[in-house]
């Protein structure tokens, strides 16, 4: 009886226990949902003057977009009936004023206010706390430190190694060129470039492109990021998962942090072996003497004024993010370079008659060719302008901003930039959605703002590597004009998706086959 007695007040003690902990996590919830409301109705008042297309009271404007490559669209569209700007909502409570306007990105894009605390939020346990993502003092040193790893001196001897991982890319090519077949080439590019950072940043040959898996396994980190890139959209779109716990006990979460694992584990390979190579050698000078200086060596070697270095852990988010930022966005702008001149054949072949005299008989590019070919590189960035690598980004605002016609934002308000809005804005480029490369002609960039054409960002936070990017996009464009004609698909014609960088459902197919150079 005893033992009974106790047994029952165990029992008792626990669901009493339990009774109370559910009461606690109900009042929990409805506070936490009661600040959400209040904070809505505050935003809702906040962006009264900048009206948006219609919203749904739960959804916002989440089910408009349907991941079916009409997304992009529709946004440049709700810009026609809302000029400048206007307000997007994500679910119940997270709103964005959405920006299209060269004149309101000039506001944004001059300051050094911070990326947003909600999308790129989801990128630090990838990426860390890197430039991408960091602020302030933090931001302004990193950027300091980093900054001679774009020196022209650095850029020079990389040409030739751009140079020699587009060329391995172009052999695999030989045997597509045999068929009158098209083939995905996103995935060859995003190879390609990978191959080209790890040769040019960190001076390793991983022969990735032509070893099934390449060494530590960089085919698994080209799958790594594809997969975090969509599971950082997917976090973003489904509300419950912006909770911390609740994404991390989901089987996205699982999926997420399996990933970062591969990801991180290629880098810290990378900066491991640097490392042991370098233990002797701590100054530039001594490092030069020997061989070309490269990205790693400036990041390990770096010294502020108090000639303190960077810590572990920023040199591993700094190299997390110039991986991702180095291949990822270079391939996307390399490869719908390819497409647009694919589908614009008088320009294919006006590019291709300038890269052949720049060459004079040389199959690969060299430093000096890179102001060779005006031509060529009015087209890329006319595919720039068409299909941004980065279609969008957005800030935190830390203190009201007022713009030029007057209206205000609030402090804490998140602004997103679209870039893919700016580059088609009928109010500022006539037939916006046209392929033409004379638009870049100097006399006609004169007369824009130098915030309608914005694909590297601009002002004090733009890419720190943009050189970088349009240096090898000039030489994989170039050289593979010179190697083969590029026909699109009418089949297969690629459906754009927004992910973190710019991509397509379907792939990139084109039909490529050998130019006969004949006279």
């Known amino acids: 009886m005893e033992l009974f007695e106790t047994l029952k007040k165990v029992t008792l003690d626990s669901y009493r226990i339990r009774h109370l902990v559910a009461i606690f996590s109900l009042v929990y919830v409805v506070l936490k949902i009661s600040k959400l409301i209040v904070k809505r109705n505050e935003w809702i008042r906040a962006l009264e003057t900048f009206p948006g297309p219609p919203k749904h009271w739960l959804f916002g404007h989440v089910r408009e977009f349907k991941e079916d490559g009409t997304d992009m669209y529709k946004v440049v569209k709700w810009g026609e009936s809302y000029p400048l700007a206007f307000q997007m909502w994500f679910g119940p409570f997270v709103s964005f004023l959405n920006i299209h306007h060269p004149d309101y990105v000039k506001t944004i894009l001059?300051?050094?206010?911070?990326?947003?605390?909600?999308?790129?939020?989801?990128?630090?346990?990838w990426i860390g706390d890197g430039l991408l993502v960091s602020e302030g003092l933090k931001w302004f040193r990193h950027r300091r430190l980093l900054t001679p790893g774009f020196h022209y001196d650095v850029l020079k001897p990389y040409v030739k190694l751009m140079a020699d991982s587009a060329k391995t890319m172009l052999d695999k090519w030989e045997t597509h060129s045999k068929f009158d077949e098209s083939f995905e080439l996103f995935e060859h590019v995003s190879l390609m470039t990978l191959d080209s950072i790890m040769k040019c940043a960190f001076s390793s040959n991983t022969n990735c492109q032509t070893v099934q898996g390449g060494e530590s396994g960089t085919n698994s980190y080209i799958k790594a990021v594809y997969e975090l890139s969509d599971l950082v959209n997917v976090r973003f779109r489904i509300f419950p998962y912006h909770s911390e716990w609740i994404f991390q006990l989901s089987p996205h979460g699982y999926k997420y942090r399996k990933a970062c694992n591969v990801a991180h584990s290629h880098t810290e390979e990378i900066i491991r072996k640097r490392k042991e190579a370098l233990k002797d050698e701590k100054e530039l000078g001594r490092i030069q003497a020997k061989r070309n200086l490269d990205f790693l060596d400036i990041l390990l070697c770096a010294r502020d004024e108090d000639q303190q270095g960077l810590s572990d852990e920023a040199i591993r988010a700094e190299v997390d993010t110039f991986m991702f930022e180095g291949h990822d966005t270079t391939a996307s702008g390399i490869s719908w370079t390819l497409y647009s001149l694919a589908c614009n054949p008088e320009h294919q072949q006006i590019c291709r008659d300038e890269v052949i005299s720049a060459l004079e008989?040389?199959?690969?590019?060299?430093?000096?060719?890179?102001?060779?070919?005006?031509?060529?590189?009015?087209?890329?960035?006319?595919?720039?302008?068409?299909?941004?690598?980065?279609?969008?980004?957005?800030?935190?605002?830390?203190?009201?901003?007022?713009?030029?016609?007057?209206?205000?934002?609030?402090e804490g308000c998140l602004v997103g930039t679209s870039i893919f809005g700016i580059h088609r804005n009928a109010t500022v480029w006539e037939?916006?959605?046209?392929?033409?490369?004379?638009?870049?002609?100097?006399?006609?960039s004169a007369k824009r703002s130098p915030h309608a054409f914005v694909p590297f960002s601009a002002g004090p936070r733009n890419c720190i590597g943009q050189n970088f990017a349009m240096n090898e996009m000039k030489v994989v464009v170039a050289?593979?004009?010179?190697?083969?004609?590029?026909?699109?698909?009418?089949?297969?014609k690629p459906k754009m998706i927004p992910r973190l960088v710019l991509r397509s459902l379907n792939g990139i197919h084109l039909k490529i086959k050998p130019v006969n150079l004949e006279p």
């Open 110 to 125: 001059a300051s050094t206010e911070p990326k947003d605390d909600l999308l790129y939020r989801f990128l630090i346990p």
């Open 431 to 444: 037939n916006p959605n046209a392929f033409d490369p004379l638009r870049f002609l100097p006399e006609n």
């Open 361 to 410: 008989g040389r199959e690969t590019m060299e430093w000096e060719d890179l102001s060779k070919i005006p031509y060529t590189t009015m087209c890329i960035k006319e595919s720039l302008r068409l299909y941004p690598p980065v279609p969008g980004m957005s800030r935190k605002i830390t203190k009201p901003i007022t713009f030029f016609d007057g209206r205000t934002v609030p």
């Open 479 to 492: 050289q593979t004009l010179k190697r083969y004609q590029l026909t699109e698909d009418p089949m297969k």
